[in-house]
């Protein structure tokens, strides 16, 4: 523990010593920054020179358009500035006295004097912070945006990590820690979109529709969009954001970039190796091969996964990534392909408590009952490929053509070793422990797919229009998820040595899921920008179709290696087969009946409006619809009433946009819309799967969600990468959705199952933005405040004296599934171009939020405040080449699970299996250890 908290604390002392060495103060010093002649604008990157006869020395401009000369010699200088696409200044003479500090601002004029100048200088500021910040300035609504070069930079690899930077989004985390859905503004991410380059891709999740952002690696993107605030042009199924992934373009001269890194996590070691499974698993059910009617015998099944088992010291991580583009013919046509590798080794160590489906009235009302305590291990290797490639061609000024194609790949071996110790032990003794051992592999395959033929064209000098032609695809395999456990009686002596051991009933489960996402879509917008009034007046038409087809299969075949049959550590030799021949026929497999099949019609249609009011107010209003016409199959019994159906819906979605600009670089923003989110299509089927946890059941009865947003913003702009955003936010949601923890048989059985809350929800809150650069060093800071709150009814036991155990229906008031009321993350930065170092330390706090709802009062389960420290640098070596580094979770942060139950209060035997308790008013049912991964390597840029 002394080893984490030493290392970030020498880096922090490392990074306060070059700070003020470089910040010294020397006798004799220039000074100033250097702007865009018209705009004002900073120009990051400029070169500055300072000449003194023979002796000339140079420095770059920081983020915020500064340069320092320090330490010349007293005497006249002249100094020039050179920046891409600006015309060279003049020489202008200043004289430098002794210990005298000069103030000098050097005003550049843009060199373009044609078309294809004007996007030379674009291309060279798109990736740039100050990009960004003209993105967010000029934009039709509120958004936040993160530059390529702020990702470059950033401790992450994914995008998923990287969202955790952008004010106001949080992450939910997987197994491994890696983070995986973006919660916004504390709506869960069921209520959040995902865009590709503005285009709406499909999910690969089995039953959801929103997207897992760790499949995308991040330095395949130009920028990263999170969009609060929809416009009538814009799709309306979000109420919490959208994240729109706009990819690298294809460029305006040659670019060559490449870059490999290798590294490691502290978890995995001699003591606590890296468990991996060399073999492939089989690709397909033995039902899938041979038909529903075959038969399968053992012999039919691979458990390679598990007897070919492996344990690796310290695995090797290794990531690679190539871009390559360029302009041909005269400029006409540009070409950009890029390509990203990542094999990550990750993993967790994790304890956790399952409670009983039905509480105790004793000592307290709703007193937690557990029935395990598990104690697992995960090893996880993440194998992610992105390819994507842009072509675009100019037919003339009046007409552009550009095919996108895009294409995710992500492969996760998971091994997962399970000691779960039944009923807490309860029936065990001080020399006995009664456990069951589980050892489960998981292969995971998912792929995204997405090709859009996009077209610009101008109709007038007043009439537009655009297209997109677009098909995608999203696949989710799990080949063969493999499963082996046994019970155990180990008996100890007096100091804890297991003397025997007895192990029976063994069992073996192989399990596979396929699920596809196809669209068809097609997009369609006019543009008509006529004078009113001697105003620009802009007028938008469009809509667009969409053709989904959506299916999933699971089965299950469970073996037995015999109730009696002790394992004694010798898998091969256990006599496994079905109880009849009549399991290992695929007709008779409980699984397939939840099998369904989907197809969803969307189509929409808006009309929207730009004007300027008076020439500092901005309007955008108009009002969308959205049409949903969906039909589902599945393959349950003839007895399921809801077994196939149709579900259609209408929504009219108004909203209205104000943007008024205080000055040039102020603006104040105030926003209405309305907007929906669709149920998963699994939610709605008439199922039953199993989860890591619980099993889940679809809920036929479900409702989209509606909900009406409003929003504020203060935004200054001062220039380059600075910025202070201020603003608050009102969500009023109506037929919200939550998971609810439902009884399901016995005591220790229970579901999760989507449902509708009767009442409507509201969230709101304020967020804060502030990015300020000193010279070389910089701070940037945003915290948010969410507070959502929705009424439910909940069951209640309790004792009474009298008639002893009963019940009672009682409301309940709580936050929305997924939000933290305190979010807030905070960065120091170094950015020297002189000495060709970047550095950066970075800190992410989300506040405890709702993770999981019970259909018991006061039983929710609350993931505990969560706080991470992340380091990342980068060094120039030569003058394209580059190291750089990237540290996550130096402080080993655990994710924990809490009921708001006072753990004192449960009885000494279940105490025993609780662990280390840290809060007397909870009860700690879940913690998960990470640890630090550490990543370095090397970039190329030509």
Not at 361 to 368: D, G, T, V
Not at 596 to 617: A, I
Not at 637 to 657: A, E, F, K, M, W
Request: aromatic share 12%; charged share 20%; glycine share 8%.
């Amino acid at each position: 523990m002394k080893l984490h908290l030493l290392i970030p604390g020498k880096i922090c002392l490392t990074f306060i010593f070059l700070i003020t060495l470089l910040k010294t103060t020397n006798a004799q010093t220039i000074k100033g920054k250097v702007y865009d002649s018209t705009s004002g604008e900073p120009l990051t990157g400029a070169s500055v020179q300072a000449e003194q006869g023979s002796f000339k020395q140079y420095t770059s401009v920081n983020l915020d358009g500064s340069y320092t000369f320090r330490n010349l010699k007293p005497g006249k200088y002249e100094l020039k500035a050179r920046f891409i696409g600006y015309k060279t200044t003049e020489g202008q003479e200043v004289e430098l006295k002794e210990n005298a500090t000069l103030v000098v601002n050097l005003k550049m004029q843009n060199a373009s004097t044609s078309l294809n100048e004007v996007k030379i200088k674009g291309q060279t500021s798109k990736e740039s912070d100050g990009s960004a910040r003209g993105i967010e300035k000029n934009a039709s609504s509120i958004e936040n945006v993160l530059s390529a070069n702020t990702i470059q930079l950033l401790p992450d690899v994914t995008v998923a990590n990287a969202l955790q930077r952008v004010s106001g989004v949080t992450v939910q985390r997987s197994s491994s820690g890696e983070g995986r859905y973006a919660i916004i503004r504390g709506m869960d991410q069921r209520y959040n979109s995902t865009l590709v380059n503005g285009i709406k891709i499909p999910s690969p999740d089995p039953a959801f529709r929103f997207v897992p952002m760790d499949v995308f690696p991040s330095e395949m993107l130009e920028r990263l969009e999170v969009i609060k605030a929809l416009t009538p042009s814009m799709e309306g199924d979000a109420i919490g954001g959208v994240m729109n992934l706009v990819m690298k373009s294809a460029p305006d001269r040659f670019i060559l970039s490449a870059n490999v890194s290798g590294g490691f996590s502290s978890l995995f070691s001699s003591s606590r190796p890296f468990s991996a499974f060399s073999a492939s698993p089989n690709k397909n059910s033995p039902a899938a091969m041979n038909g529903n009617s075959y038969a399968a015998t053992y012999s039919d099944f691979n458990n390679k996964a598990l007897t070919s088992d492996r344990n690796l010291s310290n695995p090797f991580s290794s990531t690679a990534g190539l871009t390559i583009g360029d302009r041909f013919f005269k400029n006409k046509l540009g070409v950009i392909v890029s390509a990203s590798y990542q094999n990550i080794y990750r993993g967790s160590n994790s304890k956790e408590l399952t409670p009983n489906a039905q509480p105790s009235a004793i000592p307290l009302p709703n007193s937690p009952q557990f029935s395990d305590a598990y104690d697992r291990t995960y090893s996880t290797q993440t194998e992610r490929l992105g390819i994507h490639n842009k072509i675009d061609y100019v037919i003339n000024d009046k007409n552009r053509l550009s095919l996108y194609n895009l294409y995710i790949n992500q492969n996760e071996f998971e091994s997962r070793l399970t000691s779960d110790t039944l009923g807490l032990g309860l029936n065990s003794t001080g020399l006995s422990k009664q456990i069951t051992i589980f050892n489960r592999s998981t292969l995971t395959k998912q792929t995204i797919y997405n090709s859009t033929l996009h077209g610009e064209h101008v109709l007038s000098n007043n009439l537009r229009f655009n297209w997109n032609s677009v098909y995608s695809n999203a696949t989710r395999h799990m080949p063969d998820r493999t499963e082996f456990s046994y019970d155990a009686n180990k008996a100890l002596n007096s100091s804890g040595v297991v003397t025997t051991e007895i192990d029976n009933n063994t069992n073996l489960t192989h399990h596979w899921e396929n699920n596809k996402d196809q669209d068809f879509a097609g997009y369609g917008n006019f543009v008509y920008t006529p004078k009113i009034a001697n105003r620009d007046v802009e007028f938008s038409l469009g809509g667009l179709y969409r053709h989904k087809n959506r299916d999933a299969d699971y089965i299950t075949y469970s073996l037995t290696g015999g109730k009696s049959t002790l394992f004694n550590g010798n898998f091969s030799n256990l006599p496994f087969g079905f109880n009849s021949t009549a399991d290992g026929i695929g007709a008779n497999n409980p699984d397939l009946q939840n099998n369904y099949t989907v197809k969803e019609n969307d189509n929409s249609e808006y009309l929207q409006l730009k004007f300027d009011v008076v020439p500092k107010l901005q309007v955008i209003g108009g009002v969308r619809v959205e049409n949903t016409y969906m039909t589902y199959a599945t393959e349950s019994p003839l007895t399921v009433t809801q077994r196939s159906g149709t579900i259609s819906y209408t929504d009219v979605l108004p909203s209205i946009h104000l943007k008024y600009m205080l000055t040039d670089n102020q603006n104040l923003r105030a926003s209405y819309f309305a907007s929906i989110s669709r149920p998963g299509f699994g939610e709605i089927v008439p199922y039953k799967v199993s989860g890591e946890y619980y099993d889940q059941e679809g809920n036929p009865l479900l409702k989209h969600i509606t909900a009406d947003n409003y929003d504020v913003r203060y935004e200054l702009f001062p220039g380059g990468a600075d910025q202070i955003l201020l603003g608050s936010f009102f969500k009023k949601i109506h037929n919200p959705i939550e998971y609810f923890v439902v009884r399901d048989g016995g005591p220790s059985s229970q579901v999760i199952k989507p449902q509708n809350d009767e009442g409507d929800a509201t969230n709101y809150g304020l967020e804060a933005l502030v990015t300020k650069f000193f010279g070389v060093v910089g701070f940037s800071v945003n915290y948010t405040y969410t507070h959502s709150r929705i009424t439910t009814n909940k069951l209640l036991y309790y004792n009474d004296p009298t008639l002893g155990l009963q019940q009672s229906f009682v409301n309940e008031t709580r936050p929305l599934q997924g939000q933290a009321n305190n979010v807030g993350n905070a960065s120091v930065l170094f950015k020297s171009a002189k000495i060709g170092l970047d550095m950066q330390v970075a800190f992410v706090f989300t506040g405890e939020r709702l993770a999981q709802v019970s259909p018991y009062y006061n039983l929710d389960f609350y993931q505990h405040a969560f706080n991470q420290l992340d380091f990342s640098f980068e060094k120039t070596l030569a003058k394209r080449v580059s190291f750089y580094g990237k540290i996550n979770n130096l402080t080993n942060t655990a994710n924990k699970i809490y009921l708001k139950f006072p753990h004192g209060s449960l009885d000494a035997k279940q105490q025993e299996f609780l662990g280390k308790q840290d809060i007397a008013a909870q009860t700690l049912v879940q913690s998960d250890y990470y640890k630090t991964l550490f990543l370095g390597g090397f970039r190329y840029k030509f």
